[in-house]
């Protein structure tokens, strides 16, 4: 299909949009994605583009006839688009170094496989030096083995790798709830001289019991009660797109329910180690905790 190898932008929608009628059988619909999947993708792919530690890349894969296996060394890589082009998103760790990085990409019918790099480049997050009282940096030893108990079964949870989205999907976010939203990502927290891991995601001042709803649909992977994050619920959006929502008061849905953007899913709260009312918001890829901002407009 020569026809395929034009370049994207210079195809008239209607071309376009035959091209994928021919391909519409390439699409996977699964039931928490509306069902208007069949249309052409939005012309602005989200998240933005930002190869940074802590950021997403955007790695034209070109056309082919059906969705291509993309992957960071073992992790399995979400891949969007259609038959006229294919982009894989890579969530880029917040210890990620700057340089040259390199992903495989193998065709759906097998073939060898090639390797595609792109460039790191630096990002320096801001610094907090905090003195605190030990106890709060120091855990006891119950404490530290409900944590390590609690860290296998969040490994576990971030494993999740779903069936990705149909080919007309959009990954723009909802705000989960309104509110200031910080910009504290990628924070680099220094407690007491110890360094501690950077601040992996977005918090957003509400009162406690504000409704936090759904940023896309998804399937809820997981809800309870932990150390650190308090009540959290996990969204699996399909392709290891993951959402995290922490400290809630209330949690209002179980595993295996599966929202619609919008649906509320609990409520601010402050439960867990944390010093007042807020909700901390993941945006995981590739088991890669991003920054949210990507992901939604400015
Ligand atoms: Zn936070």
Known sequence: MPLLLLPTRSLPLNRRQALLGAAGALALPMSIWPASAAQPPAPELWPRDLAVPGGVARLSLGPAPARPLAQAGALPLLVLGDVIEWTALVGIALSAAPGTASITVKAADGGAPR?????????????????????????????????????????????????????????????????????????????????????????????????????????????????????????????????????????????????????RLGAVGATGRVTGPHLHWGVMLNRTMVDPALFIEA
């Not at 992977?221 to 929502?245: C, E, P, R, S």
């Open 115 to 263: 390797q595609l790099a792109y460039r790191v480049a630096p990002k320096q997050y801001s610094e907090q030096r905090l003195k605190v009282s030990p106890k709060t940096v120091d855990l006891s030893p119950a404490d530290n083995a409900r944590y390590e108990r609690e860290r296998e079964h969040q490994a576990s949870v971030m494993a999740t790798f779903t069936e990705p989205m149909p080919l007309a999907a959009s990954l723009r976010m909802q705000v989960p709830v309104p509110g200031r939203r910080s910009s504290s990502f990628g924070l680099r927290r220094i407690f007491n001289g110890q360094a501690r891991n950077p601040h992996s995601g977005m918090d957003i001042a509400a009162a406690t019991g504000t409704p936090i709803v759904a940023p896309l649909p998804g399937r809820v992977i997981d809800t309870g009660d932990y150390f650190f994050n308090g009540n959290t619920v996990w969204l699996d959006h399909g392709g290891g797109l993951l959402t995290m929502y922490c400290h809630l008061s209330a949690i209002d849905v179980n595993p295996g329910d599966t929202l619609q953007t919008g649906q």
